[in-house]
């Protein structure tokens, strides 16, 4: 499904055509949280190759905590437009990331490329608009996870609240400036949880 060249992908995709046929009680969740795909739920290597997907640390365990307690989960991305993966080879990337580290309730993609001054490439906030409304709630209901400065402005920006979880690639300055620091993401997921209670 693409609209403007935002992919709105898998956990999205599949609530609309399941409908009622899975119980999911997180989807009436009013919360939510919202991580960045590459360097904060997988590792910085995404390419077509979807063997070559690897779970950050403990991403599985984040976001079953995150739904255990109630709390819809997103995925937010500018990275297949930065990469020029084709829809095929994203939507294969996000069936992958389904089965490392669990289902989440929608994924949203910008496919711009960096110079085309989209309304969804972080630092823009247009994703987590449209990741709050896909979830049936509002921008100060979600929590933003991610790994770098853009992630964390594009929240501030949309009115949401954010966690930095760095990666090797997240700079000092980076992190001198996130408002909120987590060492891992279970700890950013508890952090989180009582941000958006
Ligand atoms: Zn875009």
């Known amino acids: 499904m693409t609209a403007d060249g935002v992919t709105v992908g898998f956990g999205w995709v ?3 055509a399941k409908g009622a046929g899975r119980a999911r009680p997180w989807r009436r969740s009013s919360r ?3 991580f960045d795909r590459e360097g904060t739920l997988v590792t910085r290597s995404l390419t077509g190759d979807t063997q070559r997907l690897v779970p950050m640390p403990g991403a599985a365990d984040a976001i079953a905590r995150a739904h255990a307690a109630g709390v819809a989960v997103g995925v937010v991305t500018s ?3 930065e990469r020029g993966l084709t ?16 289902p989440v309730d929608v994924v949203l993609e910008c496919t711009h490329d960096s110079g085309e001054d989209c309304p ?26 991610g790994d770098s400065g853009v992630d964390l402005e594009a929240a501030r ?7 930095l979880v760095p990666s090797s690639r997240t700079t000092p300055e980076e992190i001198e400036a ?8 279970e700890e950013a997921v508890e952090i989180a949880l009582r941000k958006a209670a």
């Open 157 to 163: 920006a949309a009115g949401a609240r954010s966690v």
């Open 32 to 34: 939510a949280i919202l």
């Open 120 to 145: 969804c490439r972080v630092p823009a906030p247009g994703l987590i608009y449209l990741a709050a409304a896909a979830l049936g709630t509002r921008p100060e209901r979600c929590v933003v996870v």
């Open 87 to 102: 829809a095929e080879e994203t939507a294969q990337v996000n069936a992958r990331l389904d089965e490392l580290v669990g």
């Open 178 to 185: 996130a408002p909120v620091v987590a060492s891992s993401l």
């Open 79 to 81: 990275q297949r437009g």
């Open 14 to 16: 599949r609530a609309l």
